[in-house]
């Protein structure tokens, strides 16, 4: 089964995910969707110093809008942005430092965030991690899960008060297609029972949860218009540095970041995009399907009730132990 759905989503993915999958794409964007002002608007980016983040960046600050660029490294997140603020010409461009691995510091974090700044309208979780061999933290958290899943988890229902309080307030996840080939496996959330851990698998896997968690959150505050939403095969650091092989094969294949960030920018920014059902994946501005035809990965509403569960009682423990 792992060998048809792998084989199933390649051949998806030359079709779809490549730039000649954008091109094609676009044909049917509205253009008008983009022309919009977001000034007084606020706007949180994970992983905003690079790649899709960067470039979501780049648009909302060049469209008017307050950009919380959340970082972990201090020096790339503050040339960053330098260069955001210099060419969009936008001074409300600002830098928080965050490690998403670490739950204390991002529950600390949000509810920082919320006591200090009091305003947010559209939060986007970019941030993430492909990590190949199996790393655990201090606090005996397995890499990937902590930042793909947990992460965005924590920071998400951190700021959800926050968000309640705003005006057509968003949540948008970007997640991939990659996890098309996984069944949501919410036992082994730190794969601990992997014969062999696989990295691309972890992240596919997490990226799943992601799906899932966006699904219940829609469900959960209907107040806030969740999506996630795959950016296709881009060429970004993340891809170069994670899945060199992968980019070494494909690289004149690739999308460019600014086509990848295409989506997530239109999720963001244009009031098209609060007109679709909330809790959705999208992909090239359409809802897509969160499952392959025969693949066999859909879950019950009882193993992606114990996926919010589980994660629901991360919450509780990192929240009591801060």
């Known amino acids: 089964m792992s060998f048809f759905r792998n084989a199933i989503w390649f051949m998806k993915g030359l079709k779809e995910y490549t730039k000649s999958g954008y091109a094609s794409a676009s044909k049917a964007f509205n253009a008008g969707d983009m022309e919009v002002d977001v000034t007084g608007r606020s706007f949180m980016i994970t992983g905003a110093n690079s790649g899709i983040g960067k470039c979501a960046a780049i648009a909302i600050a060049k469209k008017g809008g307050t950009v919380h660029m959340v970082c972990r490294d201090s020096k790339r997140g503050e040339e960053a942005r330098a260069e955001i603020s210099e060419v969009t010409g936008n001074q409300n461009v600002h830098l928080h430092l965050l490690d998403m691995s ?13 006591k200090n700044t009091g305003k947010l309208n559209v939060l986007i979780n970019n941030a993430g991690c492909m990590v190949n061999t199996r790393e655990v933290a201090e606090d005996g958290l397995e890499k990937n899960f902590a930042t793909n899943s947990l992460g965005t988890y924590l920071l998400t229902v951190s700021l959800v008060p926050l968000l309640s309080q705003s005006e057509d307030p968003r949540v948008i996840i970007v997640t991939s297609g990659g996890m098309l080939v996984q069944k949501l496996n919410e036992k082994d959330l730190q794969s601990e029972k992997m014969s062999k851990f696989d990295g691309t698998m972890v992240y596919a896997q997490n990226k799943r949860q992601q799906v899932v ?24 650091p993340a891809v170069r540095s994670a899945m060199p092989d992968f980019y070494n094969k494909m690289k004149d294949r690739l999308r460019t970041a600014e086509e990848g960030a295409d989506t997530l920018i239109w ?22 399907a969160k499952h392959l035809p025969l693949a066999w990965t859909k879950s019950t509403s009882q193993e992606e009730e ?12 990192f929240k009591s132990s801060s």
């Open 267 to 288: 999720l963001a920014l244009s009031p098209a995009a609060i007109k679709q059902p909330s809790g959705e994946f999208f992909q090239d501005r359409v809802v897509v």
């Open 213 to 236: 968690m966006t699904e219940q959150f829609a469900n959960s505050h209907p107040q806030i218009h969740f999506s996630c939403m795959h950016p296709g095969w881009a060429d970004t």
């Open 306 to 317: 114990d996926l919010m569960k589980k994660l629901a009682a991360f919450n509780t423990q």
């Open 102 to 114: 670490q739950p204390r510091e991002v529950i600390k974090f949000a509810s920082d965030f919320e």
